[in-house]
């Protein structure tokens, strides 16, 4: 009862207050007017005025209406056909239609009771009709203005937006949850409009589709968390409520405005997939920032690289690492291990099908901008517990069984994002003969990044980022064949930024090996220990690269590497 009294308020709020007044105020002053005088008519005029007063409603009725659904129709067809039932299911259209109705209905008994001789109450009813008839009018007139408003995109749009209420949107998201096959997604009327006005070349109409996009399911997403429906609702209506949004909607809006070279378009709808994603983070569930991942995801796989066109790669590249940085902030380790996970797994991907790099390179440097900001987050928050971990960082996972072992894993995804993103890179610049980003920068976050480790407790893990730098300055001296300011040098910066101590049990680790002449050969069960200690095992995974102590140049290139890192390290110090 209490939900039928809401509904019924909600239908008279969404109805012009003029209207209302109308109706009331003429019929209830007919009414009395016609009781008060109570004049003497005659029967057959009473008749022909009743008749005729059914008669051009019931006209105006068909043709109006017919008329109206017709343009409705017609633009629903251009946009989107399920906008045609915002129209007919709006309080304006059905409260016109049943006033028509009723007036009509009320002429006709009246016509058909028309007493023999006259009489005071039926006088006052044929006045009352009267009055309504008059209201009908001014009710018609707020009618054909809402239906001529609704008939454009923007009217549809507005009316949409205004129809979507939060209790409507998760009703129709739980229907979708319970059937697919029948239902469809509570936004998907506005996507189809939005989509469909890209291929019309419509900007305005596109842009005012993604603005509304974009507030109504924010707000959406605000309302279900203050209202902490997330803990209320099945699991599967929470995932119905915004996957078809992020992994679905949303990337097709961007990758289909970056075919029509809306570039406004396409960073305004990936900024979209980040901030519910951001707002997502403080939710009780994480569901939606996982799914804002998946979506920023599915637009880089989606992007057309190898064309040369990095539109809405670049930027989903920009707001998944803006999304890193938030949920190692936050923080959710569970989002920092997807969103590394992501970034390994779409460049390995994707990197050899760029057919510019010099575009892509300001991609991948603000990708790694991102992940030095995050891996500072990321120790500030955890380094406690990373150094408490028993595992060996060079060689190990996280134990299962160890306490922390969801926020260590996130740290320990990040680091190996870090390290096979650049093992690609490194073999993209041995195939391609240049980096695939800003190399200054990736030398300047790969300090920073090895600094913060060197101050943070966590000293193995930190001592094996230093090892991989080592291996990186390795590989760049004896493969690449140096060409700018050498690797070695940001080792000095290193020590000198960092804790010293660190970077010199990194070169320890290594020079602790003999060289050995012999290729490794296949590992068995049982031998995994031996074979550690007679091969060093490489921090960066390239699996053209031997083991550093199965180099010929080894430990010859090590000792060059190190002796310029303190050569660096003693000039930064006067």
């Not at 996009?213 to 409520?241: G, N």
């Not at 960073?267 to 951001?278: A, M, R, V």
């Not at 590249?317 to 936050?330: F, P, T, V, Y």
């Not at 390290?419 to 690609?424: E, K, P, R, V």
């Amino acid at each position: 009862m209490k939900d039928l009294d809401m509904d019924v308020k909600k239908f008279f709020s969404e109805v012009p207050n003029f209207v209302l007044a109308a109706t009331a105020l003429f019929t209830l002053a007919g009414l009395v007017f016609g009781y008060v005088i109570d004049p003497v008519v005659n029967p057959s005029n009473i008749r022909s005025l009743l008749s005729g007063l059914a008669g051009a409603q019931a006209t105006v009725l068909a043709i109006v209406f017919s008329v109206t659904v017709i343009g409705i129709q017609l633009t629903g067809n251009r946009y989107s056909p399920r906008m045609v039932s915002l129209f007919t299911d709006s309080p304006i259209f059905l409260y016109t239609f049943s006033l028509f109705v009723f007036s009509i209905g009320l002429d006709f008994w009246l016509l058909y009771n028309i007493p023999a001789t006259g009489n005071q109450i039926h006088t006052a009813g044929v006045f009352a009709v009267s009055g309504l008839g008059l209201a009908v009018s001014i009710t018609l007139f707020a009618f054909v203005k809402s239906a001529i408003q609704q008939s454009t995109p923007e009217g549809a749009i507005e009316a949409f937006v205004s129809g979507m209420t939060t209790e409507e949107y998760v009703s129709q998201s739980e229907s979708l949850a319970l059937d697919d096959s029948e239902n469809v997604h509570p936004m998907h009327p506005l996507y189809n409009l939005i989509m469909n006005a890209l291929s019309n070349g419509e900007h305005v109409t596109a842009d005012r589709g993604i603005q509304e996009y974009s507030s109504l399911t924010q707000k959406t997403l605000e309302d279900l968390e203050a209202e902490d429906e997330f803990s209320k609702l099945d699991r599967k209506v929470v995932k119905e409520l915004f996957n078809p949004v992020l992994t679905e909607q949303l990337r097709d809006i961007a990758l289909h405005a970056e075919e029509h070279d809306e570039t406004q378009l396409v960073g305004d709808t990936i900024e979209t997939q980040y901030e519910l994603g951001s707002s997502g983070l403080g939710l009780s569930t994480n569901t939606v920032s996982r799914q804002a991942v998946y979506g920023i995801s599915y637009v880089i796989r989606g992007s057309p690289v190898n064309s040369g066109s990095l539109i809405a790669n670049n930027k989903a590249w920009k707001e998944l690492g803006n999304l890193l940085i938030d949920a190692a902030e936050n923080p959710e380790p569970k989002i920092v291990w997807n969103t590394s996970s992501s970034i390994d797994q779409n460049v390995q991907r994707q990197l050899w099908k760029v057919s510019d790099i010099r575009w892509y390179q300001s991609a991948m440097t603000d990708l790694y901008r991102s992940m030095d900001t995050a891996h500072e987050a990321l120790l500030d928050h955890y380094g406690e517990e990373v150094a408490d971990v028993d595992m060996e960082w060079r060689y190990e996972h996280v134990p299962d069984d160890f306490p922390n072992r969801t926020e260590v894993s996130a740290v320990y995804k990040w680091r190996n994002a870090l390290l096979d993103t650049t093992t690609q890179f490194l073999r993209y610049v041995d195939q391609e003969g240049q980096y695939p980003i800003t190399e200054g920068n990736f030398k300047d976050h790969w300090k920073n990044i090895c600094v913060e480790a060197s101050k943070s407790p966590a000293e193995d893990y930190a001592i094996t980022l230093c090892q991989a730098l080592i291996e990186i300055a390795m590989i760049d001296r004896s493969q690449l064949g140096e060409t700018s300011i050498p690797w070695s040098s940001t080792i000095g910066r290193v020590k000198h930024e960092g804790d010293s101590r660190i970077v010199d049990k990194a070169f320890n680790r290594i020079l602790d090996y003999d060289y050995v002449e012999e290729e490794p050969g296949p590992v068995f069960v049982g031998e995994m220990e031996e074979h550690r200690q007679r091969y060093y095992q490489n921090q960066l995974n390239i699996q053209e690269l031997r083991p550093l102590n199965n180099r010929p140049d080894f430990p010859k290139k090590i000792v060059e590497i190190q002796k310029e890192a303190d050569e660096r390290w003693n000039r930064l110090k006067e």
